[in-house]
């Protein structure tokens, strides 16, 4: 059982937005923002898309976004694309003895 | 350009060592900022990290895997090594070196990968 908690699917249509949802707790992802989210494509390694909660590296798409409330880190994605369809994994720092929690991942299915 | 490229055995038996290389390119494990790390995905599930070593030789690892662990670099072959002890068949998965960008806030270590290899695919069975 992964430490943080993630919607095993999603799914949304060309041009639409989606969101992911990552739960954790006060010892993770409501403490520090320090989140990253990773794609993941079937047989391939997976991209970094977002850090520190909100960052985007340099090449990703501002379709991709972070954000943060409470416990629980989002990401969006808008004006959908075929390609977006992937697994999504979010990933958050979880203090000085466990380090680094990953989410059980989300499918993102684009109909 | 970074590459990172991982080698190792694709088949051990239940209770050997496991030893794999990370052989990467394109940056310094010597330059401050610069980590690398191990995460490892079962088929079909979940990915989980597993251990780091950054610019100054300092390592981390997994609580629930510490004691089985053992990370170590030679920057001058830029390789990072990752030890295994005690393999089971639970512990079959495709493994990943990732270059990690670490930091510190609050006072304390925390990184996100960056750039990852294609990983490899470690059966344990007898």
Redesign the interface.
């Known amino acids: 059982q992964s430490a943080l908690t993630q919607p095993a699917s999603v799914s949304g249509s060309p041009g639409q937005s989606i969101t992911i949802s990552c739960t954790g707790t006060s010892s993770d992802v409501g403490s520090y923002n320090l989140v990253s989210w990773y794609q993941q494509h079937p047989g391939k390694a997976p991209k970094l898309m977002i850090y520190e909660g909100s960052k985007r590296p340099s090449g990703v798409s501002n379709r991709f976004s972070g954000s943060k409330s409470g416990n629980t880190a989002s990401l969006t994605i808008s004006g959908l694309q075929a390609e977006d369809e992937a697994d999504y994994y979010c990933c958050s720092y979880a203090g000085s003895s466990t380090y680094v929690v990953f989410g059980g991942g989300t499918k993102l299915t684009v109909l | 350009q970074v590459t990172l490229r991982e080698s190792g055995p694709a088949l051990v038996k239940p209770t050997q060592t496991l030893t794999l290389t990370c052989t990467f390119s394109g940056f310094s494990l010597s330059t401050s900022g610069m980590c690398v790390s191990w995460i490892r995905q079962p088929p079909g599930k979940?990915?989980?990290?597993l251990a780091?070593i950054d610019w100054d030789d300092d390592k981390?690892y997994?609580?629930s895997l510490k004691t089985r662990l053992t990370i170590s670099k030679d920057t001058s072959k830029n390789q990072v090594v990752l030890t295994m002890t005690n393999m089971d068949p639970v512990d079959t998965a495709t493994y990943?070196c990732?270059r990690a960008?670490c930091g510190y806030?609050?006072g304390?270590?925390?990184?996100?990968?960056?750039?990852?290899?294609?990983?490899t695919l470690v059966t344990v069975s007898s």
Do not use: N, Q
């Not at chain 2, 979940?46 to 990290?49: I, S, V």
């Not at chain 2, 304390?108 to 294609?118: A, E, K, Q």
């Open positions: 979940a990915l989980e990290w780091l981390y997994s609580t990943y990732a960008l806030s609050y304390l270590p925390y990184w996100y990968f960056d750039l990852w290899g294609r990983g």
